[in-house]
């Protein structure tokens, strides 16, 4: 084994290096581990991977691709299992990086193409490898800060499998076709217009993905706003049933008032011609005819207080017994729509899961508080039935496929605002626990 044959090929694996900073862009806000203990990491898999490889490959005089594939399926285990995503995220992200640097590997072997052309890709020289190094270092720090700013806001938000795994098609394609293209001798290029189709073709791939990320992008904020609008027209018309609630008790009260010149001279007749038994019958239909108030004042949060009246409604309907004690402050710092996705989440499978129970007691105990002047916490314990689906640490919806959407809204707002969200069920219980940073600035 020559030593120019192995740091060649030692150079040609670096590529793996802007990959993995590729990868790790998107998930800035998902690792299982500290920033530095990541990097170290990382950095002690890239030095064993891309020597151990080089060097097989140089021993055995094996194809480049031949030893990379490994490697990238290596690679993204230890990838995976440093993140708390799911892993239809981080095989979309990792497959779309492995297909934009198919692109960049089969740019370098134009420009080699260029410099050898009775060479092959097949071949590896040290041209090959310093062009496709340079061009995959300078594509990826171009690439970084969009995939960092934009992708973690997919990851973050985005929780539903099935719609990272279809990206995952598309990113296949690529790759397949990229793999595919590599030219096994340069000759083949020189003839006709294959040079210039060959050039297209890696300019229309590359505009492909990039072009593919950019229309994912905006369908998927275009979901997320279209379900935080519904959220908050959810909330708007829970408010307006409270007010109306409020509305016809203050009419009914109101004509009470009106009428209590009158009650009052009734009663004094009655107590003159020492009617008692006709006074407190008198008394007793009075009170019967007079107004309930149904709505109760948990908090000074309009928008919280009508979501509370909702649920507590919803959990009379169904026999539900709430212990609730609510002490949440008019100013906590934490957005509206924020705080009743998160309660309203919670609350409605709460509800829900109680509903679905065919014997034994229905309940629902909540805590929501500000401790220490620094995080609101929300604490929800609710019986159910004992049917629970769950993978990976996340539980799944009992109603539809997939993961449990509201869970996962609770805990991206929870991170959100500087904080965290635990679910766990024992025995016949579920417990929700939520964490939110408090700040005095609305």
Not at 38 to 48: G, P
Not at 106 to 130: C, M, Q, R, W
Not at 396 to 407: A, E, F, W
Request: contains cysteine; aromatic residues 12%; glycine residues 6%.
């Amino acid at each position: 084994m020559e030593l120019s044959g192995f740091l060649t090929a030692l150079l040609s694996n670096c590529v793996v290096i802007p990959a993995a900073a590729l990868c790790i862009a998107p998930m800035c806000n998902q690792f299982r581990y500290s920033l530095k203990k990541l990097i170290l990491k990382t950095a002690a898999v890239c030095v064993v991977l891309i020597t151990g490889g080089s060097f097989i490959q140089c021993r055995f005089g094996l194809y480049p691709n031949a030893v990379l594939i490994p490697m990238l399926f290596i690679f993204f285990i230890a990838y995976h299992h440093s993140l708390k995503v799911h892993i239809s995220q981080s095989a979309a992200v990792f497959s779309y990086v492995c297909a934009v640097m198919s692109v960049f590997a089969n740019t370098a072997n134009a420009f080699d193409a260029l410099a050898n052309p009775e060479g092959s890709a097949i071949v590896l020289t040290k041209e090959n490898a310093i062009f496709q190094f340079c061009i995959s270092m300078i594509g990826a720090a171009l690439l970084f800060l969009p995939m960092k700013k934009y992708g973690s806001y997919l990851i973050d938000n985005l929780k539903i499998d099935r719609i990272w795994y279809i990206t995952i098609l598309f990113s296949g394609i690529v790759l397949y076709v990229g793999i595919s293209m590599v030219p096994q001798k340069y000759e083949t290029l020189y003839t006709n217009n294959v040079f210039r189709i060959f050039w297209t073709l890696q300019i229309m791939f590359m505009a492909f993905e990039i072009l593919l990320a950019v229309i994912f992008y905006f369908i998927v904020n275009g979901l997320l706003g279209a379900a935080k609008n519904e959220a908050r027209t959810r909330f708007l018309e829970m408010q307006e049933e409270l007010y109306i609630k409020q509305q016809r008790y203050f009419n009914e009260t109101a004509r009470a008032r009106h009428d209590f010149k009158q009650i009052v001279r009734t009663i004094g007749v009655m107590t003159a011609k020492n009617d008692m038994d006709g006074l407190k019958n008198y008394i007793k239909k009075y009170t019967d005819s007079m107004p309930e108030n149904d709505t109760r004042h948990y908090c000074t949060n309009n928008a919280v207080n009508a979501l509370l009246n909702h649920y507590a409604h919803a959990a009379v309907t169904n026999g539900i017994d709430t212990n609730w004690e609510i002490d949440l402050p008019e100013n906590t710092g934490i957005n509206d729509t924020d705080l009743c996705i998160t309660v309203g989440n919670i609350l409605d499978n709460a509800v829900t899961a109680c509903c679905g129970m065919t014997g034994g007691e229905r309940y629902i105990k909540m805590t929501i508080k500000v401790r220490n002047g620094s995080y609101l916490y929300i604490i929800v314990v609710n019986s159910f039935g004992g049917n629970v689906r769950r993978k990976d640490d996340r539980y799944l919806s009992t109603s539809r496929k997939g993961s449990g959407i509201g869970l996962s809204s609770v805990s991206n707002i929870a991170e959100q605002n500087g904080g965290t969200a635990h679910f766990c069920h024992k025995e016949n219980e579920v417990f929700s626990e939520v964490m939110m940073k408090v700040s005095k600035k609305q």
